[in-house]
């Protein structure tokens, strides 16, 4: 099946990045898709991307000058979470996995996923990506999986969050939000929604990743995405040891633009202007969180 006509595939040759990650940095959100022919997409998928492998992945991660992934289970793959455990297995230890499972997974299979280094699962609330199960399903998945010292990464969009917060409070897992759970950069960073997330992340059970300013920011890439960045930096300031930072890489359902993953890490120092503040948004935050348990 080709990808979308609309379809963005991946920057062929992203820039090197001026500010050089410290050692054992992490790109804490990127996926892989396919490739097809060898781990098929989902028929109940939104979306058909272009191939983006693990060979393509790990070669990028080199190249920016990071050296781990944590690789998120993306919908087109649905709950079958080959591809994301063949790019675990082949990555010497080097990257750890979010998967996406079906509420009917049996222990033994959760353990396999365990032993290739997933440590997390997916709830996704968008309604462009998924049909979103009901609460009590996504409550057994969480049940299941907290006994194995997993967590929760969440996708939510802002207009939803304070509907939301309530049931998330109550799952057993820490809670990680992608892309900040995606403040709406018009409302600017006073909005009902951005002092609502912020109040969420005062509960030590909340993380964040600080990511995606490519979807976020109305200004775009010609301005740098200057417009977003405050979000950013006021999440790393604020809540400094539960934030995670990653490229998004390969940006699925991009239809504006392509960002420049160099670009994406060169935002890094923009929104971490320490030392301190880097080591701890891109080594030991995910290494507390994905490695060391
Ligand atoms: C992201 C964002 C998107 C897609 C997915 O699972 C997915 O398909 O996560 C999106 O379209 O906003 O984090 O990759």
């Known amino acids: 099946m080709p990808m979308d006509p609309d379809w963005l595939p991946f920057h062929p040759n992203p820039t090197k990045p001026s500010f050089k990650p410290p050692k054992g940095a992490v790109d804490a959100h990127c996926h892989v898709f396919g490739p097809e022919g060898k781990f098929p997409f989902a028929p109940e998928r939104k979306y058909t991307p272009c191939d983006a492998s693990k060979e393509k992945l790990f070669e990028l991660r080199d190249f920016l000058g990071l050296e781990r992934n944590v690789i998120v289970q993306a919908s087109c793959h649905g709950t079958n979470n080959d ?12 990257a750890r996995g979010v998967a996406v499972v079906s509420p009917d997974i049996c222990q033994s299979d959760l353990r396999r996923l365990d032993t290739a280094g997933v440590r997390a699962v997916r709830f996704n609330f968008l309604k462009r990506l998924v049909d979103i199960a009901p609460r009590d399903i996504f409550q057994n998945v969480a ?32 809670i990680i939000f992608d892309h900040m759970a995606r403040p709406d950069v018009n409302e600017g960073l006073n909005s009902k929604n951005f002092v609502l997330f912020q109040k969420l992340m005062e509960n030590e059970k909340f993380w964040c990743k600080t990511s995606c300013p490519e979807r976020l920011s109305q200004e775009g890439p010609e301005k740098n995405y200057s417009d977003i960045l405050p979000f950013m930096s006021t999440l790393i300031k604020n809540y400094t040891e539960r934030v995670l930072w990653g490229t998004d890489w390969p940006h699925p359902n991009m239809k504006s633009h392509m960002p420049d993953d160099g670009k994406l890490v060169d935002i890094v120092e923009k929104i971490a202007p320490t030392e301190e503040l880097q080591r701890k948004l891109l080594v030991d935050n995910p290494m507390r969180l994905y490695w060391e348990h």
């Open 83 to 94: 591809a994301l455990e063949d790019a675990l297995l082949s990555s010497n230890n080097l």
């Open 143 to 174: 049940k299941k999986i907290a006994n194995l010292g997993w967590h929760v990464v969440v996708y939510v969009e802002a207009p939803d969050l304070e509907e939301l917060a309530p049931f998330l409070k109550s799952l057993p897992t820490n």
